[in-house]
């Protein structure tokens, strides 16, 4: 098997756009080595993107700019995270364990494509959009837009994921972040959940949810954010969303979970994280 180690990104974009369905990107590989490892997949080539100028996190008029090889660990401790999109933050220190962290990035949760995975449904309510680079050009896309199933996205096989661009967090912004899983820590999500609102004398407004492990993607609980918008947050309100949130909704039973239990716990999550604001 060839292995491919470009420094530069036209580089990798020349072999993408050559061998695109041959090959397959390796960068942390926290995934792809595991799979790889349990016969799942079978590559004829790899292009480590290591070497690549992907690995920074930059402020820049009311955006922030990750690279897309920038480590979850770097996400967690990088205070222009904390400050501006802290949902994100707090999302990736919940993922794996220190040496899981700061092998995975962020750009590597995202193009796996899991409906479980953890930087997503943070990135869902800050409007992220995501930049994909190949030879024909550069294009941006929204992240709610990314996902195509479990598995599967519209990155096309000669494009790159290089970067993550979103917005920073309003100064009255309150949230937060709910995961289940298997035990306390390192283990995959079987519901996570992502909220942010800005709370002013008793009413949320400009909400936006996002539900991970819940539906064949992450997913935008748009009727729940409209449901809570502009109104004195109560405990019917309250109760209403967690009715609503758990329509929306979409899980199956696996390994992991079964369907009912999933749905039960969005709800619950949501409904912890709103009694507490």
Same mark, same amino acid.
């Given at each position: 098997?060839?292995?491919?180690?470009?420094?530069?990104?036209?580089?990798?974009?020349?072999? #993408?756009?050559?061998?695109?369905?041959? !090959?397959?990107?390796?960068?942390? @590989?926290? +995934?792809?080595?595991?799979?790889?490892?349990?016969?799942?997949?079978?590559?004829?080539?790899?292009?480590?993107?290591?070497?690549?100028?992907? %690995?920074?996190?930059?402020?820049?008029?009311?955006?922030?700019?990750? @690279?897309?090889?920038?480590?979850?660990?770097?996400?967690?401790?990088? %205070?222009?995270?904390?400050?501006?999109?802290?949902?994100?933050?707090?999302?990736?220190?919940?993922?794996?364990? $220190?040496?899981?962290?700061?092998?995975?990035? !962020?750009?590597?949760?995202?193009?796996?494509?899991?409906?479980?995975?953890?930087? !997503?449904? $943070?990135?869902?309510?800050?409007?992220?959009?995501?930049?994909?680079?190949?030879?024909?050009?550069?294009? &941006?896309?929204?992240?709610? +837009?990314?996902?195509?199933?479990? @598995?599967?996205?519209?990155?096309?096989?000669?494009?790159?994921? &290089?970067?993550?661009?979103?917005?920073?967090?309003?100064? +009255?912004?309150?949230?937060?972040?709910?995961? #289940?899983?298997?035990?306390?820590?390192?283990?995959?999500?079987?519901?996570?959940?992502?909220?942010?609102?800005?709370?002013?004398?008793?009413?949320?407004? %400009?909400?936006?949810?996002?539900?991970?492990?819940?539906?064949?993607?992450?997913?935008?609980?748009?009727?729940?954010?409209?449901?809570?918008?502009?109104?004195?947050?109560?405990?019917?309100?309250? %109760?209403?969303?967690?009715?609503?949130?758990?329509?929306?909704?979409? $899980?199956?039973? +696996?390994?992991?979970?079964?369907?009912?239990?999933?749905?039960?716990?969005?709800?619950?999550?949501?409904?912890?994280?709103?009694?507490? #604001?």
């Amino acid at each position: 098997m060839q292995v491919f180690s470009p420094e530069i990104i036209e580089e990798a974009t020349e072999i #993408l756009g050559e061998r695109g369905e041959e !090959v397959r990107i390796l960068a942390g @590989g926290t +995934d792809l080595v595991v799979r790889m490892k349990e016969d799942a997949v079978h590559p004829r080539a790899l292009i480590n993107i290591g070497r690549l100028p992907l %690995d920074y996190i930059e402020e820049e008029k009311g955006r922030l700019r990750i @690279g897309a090889l920038t480590t979850l660990e770097t996400i967690f401790r990088s %205070d222009l995270i904390n400050s501006y999109a802290p949902v994100l933050s707090y999302a990736a220190g919940q993922m794996g364990s $220190p040496q899981i962290r700061n092998l995975g990035t !962020v750009g590597g949760n995202i193009a796996n494509a899991s409906p479980a995975a953890d930087t !997503v449904p $943070p990135l869902f309510i800050y409007n992220a959009e995501l930049v994909l680079v190949s030879q024909r050009g550069r294009r &941006t896309m929204p992240i709610r +837009d990314f996902f195509a199933g479990p @598995g599967k996205s519209y990155l096309e096989e000669d494009e790159l994921l &290089t970067e993550v661009i979103l917005r920073k967090r309003e100064k +009255d912004e309150r949230w937060f972040f709910s995961k #289940l899983g298997q035990r306390r820590a390192m283990a995959i999500s079987k519901v996570s959940l992502a909220f942010k609102g800005i709370f002013h004398q008793g009413r949320l407004n %400009d909400v936006s949810l996002a539900l991970g492990a819940v539906a064949p993607t992450v997913i935008y609980a748009q009727r729940t954010a409209i449901l809570l918008n502009s109104k004195p947050l109560n405990s019917e309100l309250i %109760d209403e969303a967690s009715r609503i949130i758990q329509e929306e909704a979409e $899980p199956i039973s +696996d390994i992991r979970s079964t369907s009912e239990y999933r749905r039960k716990m969005v709800g619950a999550l949501l409904k912890r994280g709103l009694m507490e #604001l």
